[in-house]
Every structure is written in C-alpha cells, then in structure tokens.
C-alpha cells in the first residue's frame, strides 16, 4: 500500500453554477440538445466528478479518454470502481464534454486519446476519483448512523458497519456523500490486493456493439439533419478555384452548394447519398499547385540523398562509430552495410471522417468521434467565430482512431464552416472513402543506411544508423522540436529514455537523422516511428548475427545484458515458440523485439513459404507494461496490433503519382484478411513499478519478426516494404 499527495476538494469538485446546497449536480452529456434545467434538476447527484451513484445502484464513470475499440473506457472504469469498491454489474460509462472540463478547471485532466496513454497517463488521478468516492459514501453512511467512519467497510457498493452488522447502499447514500468533504489524502491499493483491476472483465460496450444499439458518428441523428458530401483539391497543395453551383441545384434533395474552405467544396441535401451524387455532378475548377507532378520517385531520390548527407541530428551516440567503422574497414575485417526503406501508410479507418455541427451566432455544437475532444472544441470555436465558452464537443465512439482523429480536426473545422453557413441546422459531414484516402495525414516515409563493424571474434564493435526522411513534428507540432530536430524520429533508439530506448549496449554507436520532408502531410499513425525502426534494428542485428555466425538469439543476448527486462520478453517470446527445438518440415523462425511507448515487447515468428506464398503460422508475443490491467484487453490488443503491422509489412503502401496519392480504397490499400491471420499467443510479464502502453507498442515487433523468419525460408533479405512488391524465392 502507498500513500499517495493530498487531494483538495478543488480537485474533485469545482463549484458550478448548478450547485445546491454545495452538492455539484451530475450533469447531461446531451445527445441532440442540452439539457433543460427541468431535467438537470432530476438528474442524479454525482459524487465526485468521476462517480455519480444513482439510487438504484448504477455507478455512472465518466472517462475523458475516447473509446475507438481500444478498451480504455473498460479499463479506465475498472481502476476507478476497484478503489471505489463497487459492484461491476452495476457500471456504465459517459464521456463528460471538453467544455465542462474547461469550466472546471479541467478536473478530467486531459482528453487526449493516442500513444497508448490512455490508461497509463489516467490511471492515477482516476484511481484516486474512485478511493475518495469510496472514502465519502463510508463517511456519509457512518454520518447516518452516528457511528465513527473507521468502524465502516465497503464492498460490492454496500457499506456496512461492522458492530452492528448494518448495511447502506451505495444508492441510499449517495447524494450526501456528495456533501461530504473530500478527503486529505487518499490509500490506493497495491496491484496484487486488486479484484476488479487485472481481472479479463468483459468490455462495457461489447453487448451495444453486437446488437446495433452503438452509435457512431456516421450514425448519428436528430431532428432536421440535413447531410453534407465534400470533396477537396486531390493534389497536395492544390487549392478551390471554382465551381457551377447551378448545375445541380434542381437535383433531387440538394439544399445548398456551398465553398468550405480554400480547397473543399460540399454539397447538402436531405440524404447523404443525394449529397453525394449531386457533388459528383458537380463542375469543379482546381489549381494544382507546384506538386501535380510529384510522384514517389521523386521522393524516394530525395531520401536517398539524405542517406550519405554531412549534416544530419543526432539522436544516440557512444564512442566514435565513424571511426571504429574505418578501423575495422582498413584492418580487412566485417564491415556490413545494407539500406532499408518503409512507405507511406494510410490509417484507413473503417469508420471515414465525419462530424455533426449546429451553428447559430450564440452557440456552436458539434457531434464527433474524436481521439481528443479538447482539440475538437477548439478547432469548433475557431472555425464557428464564436468564444470557447459558446461552443461544446459531444464525444461519440470512434470507427477506428489510430491517430487520424487526435491532432488533425480538418473535419471538424468543415463541418461548422458548413453548419455555419445554414444556421440553426444540424449538418452532417460525411467524407467518402476516397476522399479519407486522400486526405490522410500519412505515417511518414523514411529510408535507413545501417553499417555495422564485427571484430575478429564477432562482436558488434560498432553501429551506424541513419535515417532519412520525413518528420511528424516539424509539420505537426513544431513547438516540440529540440533544436530543430524531432526527437520522435528516435522512438525505441534513444540512449534511456523511459518511453523507448535501445536494448543493445555498443561500444561505438551513432543513430542519426538526416531530415527531408517531402509536401505529403505526415502525422502520427499507430505505433508511430516505432514501427519502421523496429524493422531496421531487428532485421539488421539479424543480418549481423549471421554475419558473425553466430545463432540470432545468442547474437542478441550477449548484446543485451546491460538490459534485463528487454531481454525478458524477447528469451519469453522466443520459449513460447520453442526456439530451442526444431520447428516442422518447412516452417522457420525469426524474432524481435524493441521498447516502445513506455513498454517492453517482443515476438517470434513461424512461416513457411512454398510456390512463391508466404504463410504466417504462428506468432508469440510478449510484453512487460509494468502493470496490466485487463488480461483479455491486452491480449485483443495485440493480436488487433499485429493486423495492423502484418498489413503494413505485407500490403500497406501509398504512392504519389501526379502530385496524389494513388491508392484511394480497400481495392488498392489492401489489409490482412481473416484467412491470412496467424495463430497468436500473448505472453503478459507486468514486473511493476511502471505504466506502459499496450495499443501500440507490440506492432512494430510483428514485422520484423515475420521478416527474420523469412530469411531463414529462403535465405534472402527482403528490405524494402511491403512485401507484395518482391517475388518471394
């Protein structure tokens, strides 16, 4: 047990003014309108503002994360209702709206939803909410019976009073507790005395999910909807020049034709699909800007350029690399170089972008699934002309988030220049998949030079990787940037950084970045650079164990004794596969592993290859996030994150032709399909003492994994992804 700091009652509750009495009212998240103050006065009373207890029991959490399939809001509320000492069968979740949170001094913290940080940055002041709910319904049923609160236990949302035997629930009590003072400090249990916490509890929204009742925002309606299809310049650059808005005005439900921006054009109309067939028709007149000749040949010379450049950030160096390379170069000894190369990728959500917006020049609402509801707001109150406290942001769950939805609200901007423009009147913005293609905010290209030094014995004397490429930063977020470089380059390659550092200790190393941004926008895609630097460092490390002649896994080992919980997960990954002993007749093995968002991971993989086809037997994963908090979760999540890394290594791919991206469905963006799925085994190893992610991290290990394996089938590197691009030997 850990005595964690003080609590103020600021913290929990920040008075409103829908406050009686000094009781905080629980308040509506509303789904097509606010609520009336008729009905904000029947509400139930919240106890603080992560708990409201209804009088028949039900315990409402409210999670600022967004749920897009992830399982956070589960996890989230298993943390609070383990401290709360609550009755699971009585939970249900609510998303609280970004402007509440802003009007309360952001008591939910933040709201932000990607780099697997929804657990693992909420899980304190969450755990806390739920103790200090508990702490106040014990003090409001001992207040009742005029007993001392030290003589009362809570369990299963009833409190009982040990002398005497009586008992409250949680029901009963809940609308004092609210009206007691929240305690000074709060004891958060230990992980081991957890029974809600770390237990495989089915997801909340599992059930709604099956039967059709979950609403996405593609879903979505309300009285009076109109829908709105758009479509945007193709080319990257290219802006609006012009349109015939009177071609189609007399097409069958069309409303209004209206411009959105400098590059987009949308079409409203009683019925998404009139929307869309209407903007089709329509005569749209573009200029495409200096890239409409851009392609993916063009940008690949400007990576290869940047391979050999004299300038370049560093990002991790020990000793002089440089140096040790030419000494062993010179001596006539193994100096091994090879030069990898990842492509664009799309997030491709199964849900396109999409979001509801009602203007009039008091207030802006939009409806949206977002991974982060308080970038929405703002980008709703800029776009709506209207002060924040004006506007508010109704969460929705997302269709798959992945990172398109956090920092990039291009749709939530269209939407209320849209709503904007017919006030008073809820409109829905709806972009089709095409345009979803080709609007991204693309996981940035990059290509790698990797040249290692092997001494007369083998040994790794010396490491040099550059990467050349695209920065996510420097397009994104600029204001993170270190001196001009974009430290996020180096996911899983830094010296010790808690979020991601390198597990092989080299006497000269050097990682480097030289960066070249071509004009197709990057952004942040599940798993990040951790993905393709995986690929780099494993197939590498691999490509020199053989070159030492030494067994992969004994190669890494002796490079990995300075890091112990690196090495635990990949020598568990590698026993779950039964490295040791010899796999079947055809079938062959590769490993991997890397640290990424704050987590330990590895993976070994089975393949075979016979005629040219590549088959993915099995893969063992492990992981060490310092804590888990729901076995099943974590095991969906990585079996969910190697389709997602197996895609990319196999299929995921976007190229630019004629200043666009050329792959604009699922026809030419190709995914793994059901068959093509591995068995997978999810090895957990929480060593505690730490939080980590558990969405992202293990996605980049599924690659490199699978290409190690490939290797050892046919004795051939393959370096450049994806994989349908090769004849497989």
């Known amino acids: 047990m850990s005595i964690v700091q003080s609590v103020s009652r600021r913290h929990f509750i920040v008075g409103s003014a829908a406050s009686i009495g000094g009781l905080s009212l629980g308040f509506h998240v509303p789904f097509l309108a606010s609520a009336s103050a008729q009905e904000a006065a029947t509400l139930p009373p919240e106890i603080n503002a992560w708990v409201v207890v209804k ?6 959490v409210r999670i600022a994360r967004s749920e897009m399939g992830q399982g956070t809001l589960t996890g989230l509320a298993q943390l609070v209702v383990e401290e709360l000492e609550g009755d699971w069968s009585k939970v249900t979740t609510e998303y609280p709206p970004p402007g509440e949170n802003l009007r309360r001094n952001r008591v939910w913290g933040s709201y932000s939803t990607g780099g697997s940080r929804g657990i693992r940055d909420s899980h304190d002041y969450v755990r806390k909410g739920g103790a200090a709910a508990r702490h106040m319904l014990v003090a409001a049923a001992a207040e009742r019976w005029g007993v001392p609160a030290s003589e009362c236990t809570a369990a299963k949302s009833v409190v009982t009073h040990g002398p005497s035997g009586r008992t409250l629930r949680y029901g009963e009590v809940a609308e004092a507790a609210g009206r007691q003072t929240p305690p000074a400090e709060v004891t958060l249990k230990d992980a081991k005395d957890w029974t809600v916490a770390g237990q495989p509890l089915p997801r909340l929204d599992t059930v709604e999910k099956l039967t059709g009742r979950q609403v996405y925002g593609a879903d979505l309606k309300m009285e009076g909807l109109l829908n709105a299809a758009i479509k945007a310049c193709p080319v990257f650059g290219g802006r609006l020049v012009s349109f015939d808005a009177a071609t189609i005005r007399s097409m069958p439900g069309v409303k209004q034709v209206v411009k959105v921006d400098d590059r987009s054009v949308a079409v409203v109309a009683d019925t998404w699909w009139r929307a869309k067939t209407a903007l089709d028709a329509l005569p749209i007149t573009w200029d495409e800007g200096p890239n409409k000749s851009l392609s993916s040949a063009d940008i690949s010379a400007m990576l290869a350029e940047g391979l050999d450049a004299e300038e370049a950030f560093v990002g991790n160096r020990q000793g002089d690399a440089k140096a040790e390379i030419a000494r062993i170069k010179a001596a006539g000894g193994k100096v091994i170089t090879a030069t990898y190369a990842f492509p664009y990728q799309n997030h491709a959500t199964m849900e396109p972008m999409n979001a509801t917006a009602r203007w009039t020049a008091e207030k802006c609402e939009v409806w949206v699934p977002t991974q982060n509801g308080e970038a929405s707001l703002a980008a709703a109150a800029e776009a709506a002309g209207l002060p924040v406290g004006q506007c508010e942001v109704y969460k929705i769950h997302l269709g798959g988030g992945f990172g398109r939805r956090g920092n990039f609200q291009d749709y939530v901007r269209q939407s209320v220049s849209i709503a904007r423009q017919m006030p008073g009147i809820p409109v829905k913005l709806l972009w089709t998949r095409e345009e979803d293609m080709l609007h991204g905010a693309y996981h940035p290209t990059t290509q790698a030079k990797l040249t290692g030094a092997l001494d007369a014995d083998g040994n790794l004397t010396a490491l040099h990787l550059r990467i050349s490429g695209q920065s996510i930063l420097a397009a994104v977020r600029p204001e993170g940037m270190q001196g001009g470089m974009d430290p996020v380059v180096f996911q899983g390659l830094t010296a010790s950084l808690p979020e991601g550092h390198l597990a092989y200790t080299v006497p000269n190393l050097l990682i480097d970045h030289a960066m070249r941004n071509p004009p197709v926008p990057p952004g942040f895609w599940r798993g990040v650079n951790l993905n393709q630097n995986a690929i780099y460092v494993e197939c590498f490390i691999d490509e020199l164990a053989h070159a030492a002649g030494t067994e992969p896994l004994a190669f890494r080992r002796k490079l990995m004794a300075n890091h112990p919980k690196h090495l635990a997960v990949l020598e568990a990954a590698a026993n779950g596969i039964g490295w040791d002993t010899p796999p079947a007749p055809g079938r062959h093995r590769g490993l991997g592993q890397i640290m990424g968002f704050g987590s330990y991971v590895a993976a070994a993989a089975e393949v075979s290859v016979e005629n040219g086809e590549l088959k993915i037997h099995r893969i063992v994963a492990a992981t060490d996030p310092g804590h888990v908090v729901n076995p099943a979760q974590v095991e969906r999540q ?90 497989l030997a």
């Open 55 to 60: 009088p028949d029991d039900t315990i409402v």
């Open 638 to 727: 990585v079996e969910g994150s190697f389709v997602y890394g197996l895609s990319a290594c196999l299929y995921g791919e976007c190229t630019v032709e004629g200043g666009q991206i050329a792959e604009t469905n699922f026809d030419t963006y190709e995914v793994l399909r059901m068959a093509q799925m591995p068995d997978v085994e999810t090895i957990m190893l929480p060593s505690g003492g730490f939080w980590g992610g558990v969405g992202e991290p293990t996605i980049a290990v599924a690659a490199p994994a699978v290409l190690n394996a490939l290797f050892a089938a046919t004795g051939k590197r393959y370096r450049t992804m994806p994989l349908k691009n090769h004849e």
